[in-house]
């Protein structure tokens, strides 16, 4: 089992900037592809951002491509997500995810809510 634990959520004006913690524990982090979802009120959950294992390729949706920065630290554990420029669209709970290159994320957090005012 891999626990995931979020933090860093919050309310915050159009135009801020947050910065999300994952905190990882009970396997080999740097074995994991990490990545970032987020869920906004009815509608369904969404890829955010992701990983690889050394921390040297990531990926975004296009929505957050240029505002959002993925990094993970593996002595530590932890893996980020530093949202800038937010927009009321952002709002969501936020949780992080595991997987094996190659698998299904198969760890999940609880999530961290992320709430942006206009």
């Known amino acids: 089992q891999m626990q995931l634990v979020e933090s860093g959520g919050g309310l915050v004006q159009a135009g801020g900037s947050l910065r999300l913690s994952c905190a990882a524990s009970?396997?080999?982090?740097?074995?994991?592809?990490m990545a970032w979802f987020r869920q906004a009120p009815g509608k369904e959950r969404e890829f955010v951002a992701r990983i690889n294992r050394t921390g040297g390729s990531t990926y975004y949706a296009d929505s957050v491509k240029g505002r959002f920065t993925i990094s993970r630290d593996n002595a530590k554990n932890t893996v980020y997500l530093q949202m800038n420029s937010l927009k009321p669209e952002d709002t969501a709970i936020y949780y992080c995810a595991s997987t094996l290159p190659g698998g299904e994320y198969r760890y999940w957090g609880q999530g961290t809510q992320v709430t942006v005012s206009s």
């Open positions: 009970g396997r080999t982090f740097s074995a994991y592809v």
